[in-house]
Every structure is written in C-alpha cells, then in structure tokens.
C-alpha cells in the first residue's frame, strides 16, 4: 500500500470538497462548501453514445469516462475559480456501479489526491442519492430523517443520523419499484423507460379499476417487494386475450391501477418507517420520486400522520457529482479517510461498506 501524503487530518471550517461520480454514464465532478453550498458542478453525460444500442453499454461508457475525466474536473474547477490547492478535500463514488466506470473515476480521484496531497473518502453511491436531498433542502433537512430510494436499480429505507453512514431500515427483497414499473411498462406495450409512459397513461385510467394486490401489506417490517405486483398485471392481461386484446381505456386502467398500488405499497412503508423513527422529515429521492401520484399521496400521508415530505429537484436527484461531495464531506467531517488501496466494488449495502471494516466508523458502530 503506497503512504498518502494527507495535508491534514482534520477538515477547517467551510471545507470546499470536490466531489466525483462515475458509476454508470455520467461523469461528473462538483465543488461543494460545508457540504451545502454548490460552488460548481459539470456534468458530461453519453447519451448519445449508447443511444443506437437502447442501453448503456458498459465497455464504451468507462472508454468516453477515460475520454472525459480530466475534462470535467478541469471543467468543475474552473467554474469554481479553484485551484486544486485551494481543496480541502476529494470524495469519489467507489460503488455500486459498473465496474469499469467506477475504476475510472476511483483512479482519477486516487492520483489526484495523493499529487495534491489531499484527504480523500470513497462514497456509497446511494448514500449520495440520500445526502443530495440535504443539499437541497437547506438548514430545513437536518439529520435525523428517514430516506426513501426509489429508483430503476433500488428501493430501500434508511434512517440518516449523526453517525457518519446512514442506517438501513429495509429494502426490495426482488424487483425495484422503477424496475416495476419498467417491466409493467413493456407489458402494456409502452417504451422505455417505463415510469414517465406509465403515468401518462394512468391520467386517462381509473386506479380502482383492476383489483391488484398491495404487496408486502400484511408483512411486518420495511422489506418492498414488487415482483408479484407485476406479476399480477401479467396475468390480468393474459386473463383478458393478450395485449393485443386490450382497448385504450383497459390498458390506462390498468396502468393507473398498477401506479396505485405501487404509490400506496411505498406510501405504506414509508409511514411505518416515520411511526418507528419517531422521525419529522422523510426525503424521498431516486427516478421514481418524480411520480406526481406518488409525491400527492406522500404529501397527504404526510399532511395525516404530522411529518414533512421533502423531494429534491430532478437534477439533484439523477446522477450528479454535488450529492457526492456532500456525502464525502459528511464522512471525512467525521474522521473517516480512504487510502489508496480503497477498490471499487460493484455492490457494497451502506451500512457495511468492507474497506471501512478498519475505520472509527466501522460495521456495527455505524448507526
Ligand atoms: O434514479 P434513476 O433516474 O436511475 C437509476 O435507476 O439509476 O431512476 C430511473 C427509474 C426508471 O425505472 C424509471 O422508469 C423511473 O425511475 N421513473 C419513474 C418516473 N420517472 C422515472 N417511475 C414512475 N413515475 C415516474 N414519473
Ligand atoms: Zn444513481
């Protein structure tokens, strides 16, 4: 393992952090003061480079992150007006992810830290998703909360504390919900990806109208699940002769019934959550928080049970760099540190992230 020349073990006051993330298809690299403020953020995304392919295409994205990184570092500093001198810090996404595209960031980060002797932190990517609802909301979303990720890859509820990694409270035990409702979508013959087309069609549906199971209802605890949601769907279509079978106003039924149960199932959960966290505030972050139906029905949940539902703007909430430097800054304002042998590892659950198993914040003690 090769020694960090750190420029200080502890953070000063209004730290300026870079962060970077390059889990999937975007690279970006953000400047962040106290972990609030965003001084700059750039972002450079491939779009069309997989567009012929109708997905992400691992190899050539981490080729165009190799293209890009120093470009949109440079890029971020500048409009920052920083020097790498002027940092106090480096956060950069170590996973989950695509393998090679983590490693091109991780590595970026790891020479960058150690020339400019910089501490540096590895960041949960999640734990980004969670934390960019902080920058967002201002001195109003102060820990404790409780967080809800909803995306294509996850769903899962965590209580943010004090401690230095978030706690996870429960996950999907299958599909996540925006992997359902990408499933539900291509069932109904709609394209890709499958939240927006839902909910337009469900605007024309009657969501009591297909009578579908609320899953996980009757279980205790804050486990999802939402494989047998779409399921059911499947075999109500099949039920009715086929897609092709199906006449405009059955199938916005049916996409307005499935939207329902799916906004009421999070809902659900996301209430028990608050009741046993005796939590004020739930953010509620990832692709699927832009669903209006689900955003009216935790507005209400909410508005019932006394607790303030927070949902970042959209371009906090898709990939981004600003919600990884105020996640490192969060960690390393808490002592925590990566050294240069710090690996990008393609799945790591938050709360037992293995290259911290020898940190302060180490399993266990991470509340
Ligand atoms: O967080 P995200 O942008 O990407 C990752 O999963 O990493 O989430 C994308 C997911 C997709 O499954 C998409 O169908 C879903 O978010 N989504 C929605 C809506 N907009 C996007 N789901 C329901 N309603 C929407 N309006
Ligand atoms: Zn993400």
Redo the contacts with the bound molecule.
């Keep these: 393992m090769i020694a960090q020349a750190s420029r200080s073990d502890s953070l000063p006051e209004a730290p300026l952090v870079l962060g970077i993330e390059s889990s999937c298809d975007e690279m970006a690299a953000a400047v962040l003061r106290s972990g609030r403020t965003i001084v700059s953020s750039a972002i450079h995304g491939q779009a069309g480079v997989h567009a012929p392919y109708g997905g992400v295409v691992p190899e050539l994205a981490s080729r165009d992150h190799v293209r890009a990184v120093s470009h949109v570092v440079e890029a971020a500093l500048h409009e920052a007006g920083l020097a790498p001198a002027d940092l106090d810090g480096l956060a950069v996404t170590a996973g989950p992810g695509l393998v090679g595209s983590l490693l091109v960031g991780l590595s970026f980060a790891k020479a960058f830290a150690y020339a400019n002797g910089l501490p540096f932190v590895g960041v949960h990517h999640l734990m980004g998703h969670l934390v960019a609802a902080e920058v967002a909301g201002g001195e109003d979303l102060a820990p404790p909360y409780v967080g809800l990720v909803v995306?294509?890859?996850h769903t899962a509820l965590y209580r943010v504390g004090e401690e230095a990694l978030p706690l996870q409270l429960g996950e999907t035990r299958d599909d996540a919900a925006?992997?359902a409702?990408?499933k539900v979508a291509k069932l109904l013959g709609l394209a890709y990806?499958?939240?927006?087309a839902?909910?337009k069609l469900a605007q024309q549906g009657d969501p009591r109208a297909v009578d579908l199971p609320r899953p996980m209802s009757k279980r205790a605890g804050l486990d999802f699940s939402y494989s047998g949601l779409k399921t059911a769907v499947s075999v109500e279509i099949t039920r009715r002769g086929g897609l092709e079978s199906l006449d405009e106003s059955e199938r916005a039924d049916l996409a307005a019934s499935f939207e329902a149960a799916v906004a009421e199932s999070l809902v659900a959960r996301a209430v028990r959550a608050m009741r046993q966290e005796s939590a004020k505030r739930i953010a509620v972050v990832?692709?699927?928080a832009?669903?209006g139906r689900l955003r009216s029905e935790m507005h209400r949940a909410g508005a019932r049970e006394g607790f303030e539902a927070i949902f970042p703007p959209m371009e906090l909430?898709?990939d981004n760099a600003v919600m990884i430097a105020a996640a490192g800054t969060r960690l390393l304002e808490r002592g925590v540190r990566d050294d240069l042998s710090l690996e990008a590892f393609s799945r790591v659950p938050i709360g037992e992230a293995p290259w911290r198993a020898s940190e302060s914040a180490a399993p266990g003690s991470l509340g």
């Design positions: 995306s294509g890859g925006g992997e409702f990408d990806p499958g939240g927006p839902i909910s990832g692709g699927v832009a669903n909430c898709t």
